[in-house]
Structure formats: structure tokens, C-alpha cells
């Protein structure tokens, strides 16, 4: 058993060249892809340091938390659109043309090649900006180094890159049955605009049942909001606790429903 892990993450490494070597045949799109991200970042920047300088605090969140909060959020959704994004929307193709019917012949967990077939590397280096954002704004606050609070954002990151994973996961297996994909991805977005603020924005009758649901019921809210503020805000150990539970019970529903997915699939054959 201890050798499979191994297999995987080999195999893994070896997509990732593979498609990396695609990706430079091709420098120009390449370049103009990181170009595009770079140009995103540098807008959302912009725009948050305009905000600070007409206020001094955004939902309870000073200037350099909020950079260091949406830093976590760049690096979270650019490791989600390197690993997943890109295989789970070619999913609905594989469907579409039976194709599928290939990759589930062979001898690999079905999950692991629909979803890591490809490494888009034109978003990984999101993950490096959003470090650097991070840096920054820890860098400015004047945080002093604490490995409990940096053991502890590792592990919620890590839950919270599982977490979003899973959501995608799950809509990406409704495509078994509802074949084109395009309005799930839509509703993909609209979790990761979520994912984007601090839940304190959700203020009032209206908004805090909407916290409350996305946090607690679909722990979307958790992605971001978790890992940022294990870092550079009080310390809530519940939370913590509660992210690892959730990440658990998320990982577990989407690959229950993605195997049930798959036996509910007509292959090209049938």
C-alpha cells in the first residue's frame, strides 16, 4: 500500500512535464496566458489600494490583513484552475463523445485521471503572486515568525484547496446526466466569488443566514477565510477543527457521488 502514493505522485509528475512541454510549444499563448494573470492582479491590487485610501478598515479587516486575505485566495484558486479546472471542464467532452470509455479502462483510479489529466501551467504561477502577495502584507504588518499559526495555515490551505476541490468535483460529475457542463462552471464561479471575500461582509437579516449556510452547510466560506485567519488574525482553534471535519466529510461526499456518477454513465458502447 505504501508504494501506491508513490505511483501517483510519480505519475503525476510525469503529466505535469508532459503537458508543460505541450504548453512551450506553443511560448507565445503561454506567455500571453501569465500575461493575463499578472494584468489581473495588478487590477485587484489597484483597486483594494484605492479602497484603503478612502478607509482604514473593510469589514473589520485592516489594509494589510485584507492583502494578505486576498494573496491566500489568489494562490488557493490558482492551484484549484492548474490542477482541476481545466480537466473537469473537458469532462462533459469525454462524455459527449464516449471518450470516457478509455480512460476508465485503464488500469488507474478513475477520479485521479479524470481530474489531474493535465497541469495548466499558465495558472501556476498564480500561486507564486499570491505568495508574494502574502509576503508583502505580512512583511508591512510587521508579523513576527510563529510556527503554530504557519503549521496551522498549511493545513487549513491545504483543507481549503481539498474543500473547493470537492465542489468541483461534484458538479463536475452531474455531467453524467446532464451531458454539457457549461451552466455547472458558471455556478463553479459563483462559489469561488464567494471564496473571494471575508464572510463579514455578510452583514443583516438577509446576509447572515447566507454566511451561515455557505460556512456551515456548503463550507465554501471556509476556503479562504479559514487559512487567512489562522495567519494574521485571533486564532480560533474551533474553526480550525471545523475546516479539518469539513474538509473530511467534503472529500468523502464527492468521491462517493463522482463513483456513483460513473456507474450511472452509458458508455459509447452501450
Known amino acids: ?67 494578505f486575505f486576498i494573496g491566500c485566495f489568489f494562490a488557493i484558486s490558482g492551484l484549484i484552475e492548474a490542477l482541476f479546472l481545466e480537466n473537469c471542464n473537458d469532462f462533459a467532452e469525454l462524455v459527449r463523445t464516449g471518450d470516457l470509455d478509455f480512460l476508465l479502462l485503464r488500469p488507474i483510479d478513475e477520479q ?34 510563529d510556527l503554530i499559526r504557519v503549521v496551522v495555515f498549511l493545513i487549513t490551505f491545504i483543507c481549503g484547496t481539498a474543500i473547493a476541490y470537492s465542489f468541483m468535483l461534484a458538479l463536475t460529475s452531474l455531467t453524467v446526466w446532464l451531458v454539457r457542463n457549461q451552466s455547472l462552471m458558471e455556478m463553479w464561479w459563483l462559489f469561488s466569488s464567494l471564496a473571494r471575500y471575508p464572510k463579514e461582509i455578510f452583514l443583516g437579516s438577509w446576509a447572515e443566514p447566507m454566511a451561515a449556510f455557505f460556512t456551515f452547510v456548503l463550507p465554501i466560506l471556509l476556503v479562504v ?6 495567519m494574521v488574525r485571533a486564532l480560533d482553534p474551533r474553526m480550525v477543527v471545523f475546516t479539518m471535519l469539513a474538509t473530511v466529510a467534503c472529500v468523502w461526499a464527492s468521491r462517493r457521488f463522482f463513483l456513483y456518477a460513473l456507474r450511472s454513465y452509458r458508455s459509447a458502447s452501450s
Open 112 to 145: 485521479f485521471l479524470v481530474s489531474c489529466r493535465k497541469v495548466d501551467w499558465g495558472s501556476m504561477p498564480n500561486v507564486l503572486m499570491g505568495g508574494a502577495v502574502m509576503a508583502a502584507a505580512l512583511y508591512a504588518m510587521g508579523w513576527q515568525f
Open 225 to 230: 477565510n479559514v487559512p487567512a485567519a489562522a
Open 1 to 67: 500500500m505504501g508504494a501506491l502514493p508513490v505511483r501517483y505522485v510519480r505519475l503525476l509528475g510525469n503529466l505535469a512535464r508532459y503537458t508543460l512541454s505541450r504548453e512551450l510549444a506553443f511560448r507565445g499563448n503561454f506567455l500571453v496566458k501569465i500575461s493575463v494573470e499578472v494584468i489581473w492582479l495588478g487590477i485587484l491590487v489597484a483597486f483594494y489600494r484605492t479602497v484603503f485610501a478612502k478607509t482604514s478598515m473593510v469589514a473589520g479587516w485592516p489594509e494589510d490583513e485584507y492583502f
